[in-house]
C-alpha cells in the first residue's frame, strides 16, 4: 500500500520535493560566511589584549593613588626593597612608616593582566615613583601586547 499526496490541482506530488537547498546555493552561503569571517575574526581578536592593557591601566591608577595617600601620611613614599606590600602591611624594613593606615591603602594587590606581580620603583626612572608591568611576555621593552605599561604612561 502506497500513499500518494495529490496537489490541489490534482497531480500527483513528488516523493522528493525540489524545496531544499542546492550544492550551488550551499557553497554560495560558505563562501559569504567565510569572507565575513575574515573582516570581522581579526578585529574581535585584537580586543583581548586591548582589555588587558585598559585593565592594568585601571590597576595602575589605583595603586598609584594607594601609593600617594601612603606618601600622604608618611611623609615619604615606599622604598623599593619595601615594594607595594607597604601598601597593604606596615613596613617592617627601615624606614617604617610611623603614620600607616589602620587598614592599609589597598585591601589587596591586584596582579597584572597575564598573572603576575606588577613592578615598583622609587626613585622611578620615569617620575618620582614608577609602578609598571612588563606586559605579555613578561621582560621589558616589546611593542603590541608586549610592551610595557606603566604610571608614566597613564598620568
Known amino acids: 500500500m502506497t500513499l500518494q499526496l495529490t496537489k490541489r490541482t490534482g497531480q500527483t506530488a513528488s516523493r522528493y520535493p525540489d524545496d531544499g537547498f542546492s550544492l550551488l546555493e550551499l557553497m554560495v552561503v560558505v563562501v559569504i560566511l567565510s569572507v ?4 570581522i575574526v581579526p578585529r574581535v581578536i585584537d580586543r583581548p ?3 588587558r592593557a585598559a585593565r592594568a591601566a585601571t590597576d595602575l591608577a589605583a595603586i598609584s593613588s594607594a601609593v600617594g595617600l601612603y606618601r600622604l601620611d608618611n611623609f615619604k613614599y615606599p622604598t623599593t626593597e619595601q615594594g607595594l606590600q607597604a601598601l597593604v602591611s606596615a613596613p617592617t624594613i627601615a624606614p617604617l612608616a610611623p603614620n600607616w593606615a589602620t587598614n592599609g591603602y589597598i585591601a589587596r594587590l591586584p596582579k597584572d593582566p597575564w598573572g603576575r606581580d606588577y613592578q615598583y620603583l622609587h626613585p622611578g626612572v620615569h617620575e618620582e615613583f614608577d609602578v609598571f608591568t612588563y606586559g605579555a611576555d613578561g621582560v621589558p621593552g616589546g611593542t603590541g601586547p608586549d610592551a610595557d605599561v606603566g604610571t608614566w604612561l597613564i598620568n
Open 49 to 51: 589584549d586591548q582589555a
Open 36 to 39: 565575513l569571517a575574515l573582516v
